[in-house]
């Protein structure tokens, strides 16, 4: 059987609507055309891919399986056929996805954001939520994004790019921290929250507790640090996040960074992709743009530190 693209469109829309009818007003197409579509999907896969239950449908466990990666497969078609042997920012019509923590939107992002607005009017961004089995299989999963926004240290192997830095810091809800925290002791004995806590994903911070012998009592985990001030108010918690993001948190969030004798080290940004895009003009262009927006986040930082 000789299978076509305008199939692979077919099967998305199917997949994702569960109706003939739906999947063809959602395409421009008949139901009859649809449903000679369809027809030709089961005879190619062996099976029923959309069973009737009741008034409606349901997908098979094979239909399951398959929704997961019909959307990819378009959206990889898709950047085949707009990839180009050159890049005019000024007139392009392109689209970025990045993957990026909850707590780099506000900074790296916004920054991003302005100068992609400014320079490629025709780009959009698309920012996905960092997340553990993102970062778990990142060799992998960058063959399905443009790029991924992490710490330096966390991947190994793939082309990079340092961003801008940051440093870790220790925060609590300011009632339950008067005069700061910095005994050993008390730092092992409080409960903690820590975003992105996982065996194989170690963030230097943590590992900075541990060369001084503090192992944290985790209570909470999460994927995300921008929860972090609701997740400690009005306790004894503890967290670890970014420097940066506390100046983004709100002014009634009642969390103080605490003044620690340990010193929780540097935090280097860095924008990681695969090497599949490293000769692509337009990817050529988004770095060269992330790089001038790790540069005026850096500058902004130092004239914070330093005014006039």
Do not use: K
């Not at 004995?189 to 009592?217: A, K, Q, Y």
């Amino acid at each position: 059987m000789t299978l076509d693209l305008n199939l692979l469109v077919s099967l998305d829309a199917l997949l994702q609507e569960r109706s003939v009818t739906r999947a063809a007003q959602r395409l421009g197409l008949s139901q009859p055309t649809l449903s000679t579509a369809l027809a030709r999907l089961r005879r190619h896969f062996g099976d029923e891919l959309l069973t009737r239950v009741g008034n409606a449908y349901e997908l098979t466990p094979l239909a399951e399986r398959l929704s997961e990666n019909t959307t990819e497969a378009l959206n990889w078609t898709d950047r085949v056929f707009r990839t180009r042997a050159d890049f005019d920012p000024a007139t392009a019509e392109h689209e970025f996805t990045l993957v990026l923590s909850d707590c780099q939107l506000p900074t790296f992002g916004r920054t991003l954001a302005d100068l992609v607005s400014e320079a490629a009017p025709g780009v959009r961004l698309r920012f996905r939520h960092s997340t553990e089995a993102f970062v778990q299989r990142a060799h992998d999963n960058l063959r399905t994004v443009d790029a991924l926004v992490l710490p330096q240290g966390l991947l190994a192997q793939l082309p990079s790019l340092d961003l801008f830095q940051d440093r870790w810091v220790c925060v609590a809800a300011a009632d339950t921290s008067e005069g700061g925290v910095t005994s050993v002791t008390e730092l092992a004995g409080r409960p903690w929250v820590l975003p992105f806590f996982h065996p194989t994903v170690i963030l230097p911070s943590l590992r900075r507790l541990r060369d001084h012998g503090i192992e944290p009592r985790v209570e909470i985990t999460t994927e995300g640090f921008l929860a972090v001030p609701h997740l400690i108010a009005g306790t004894d918690r503890l967290s670890l996040v970014p420097e940066r993001i506390t100046h983004h948190f709100d002014n009634t969030s009642g969390m103080v960074v605490l003044d620690l004798a340990i010193e929780l080290g540097v935090l280097v940004e860095t924008l990681w992709w695969h090497p599949m895009h490293e000769r692509d003009p337009a990817h050529t262009w988004l770095r060269r743009t992330a790089a001038l927006a790790g540069r005026l986040l850096a500058t902004d930082t130092a004239r914070a530190q330093h005014p006039r």
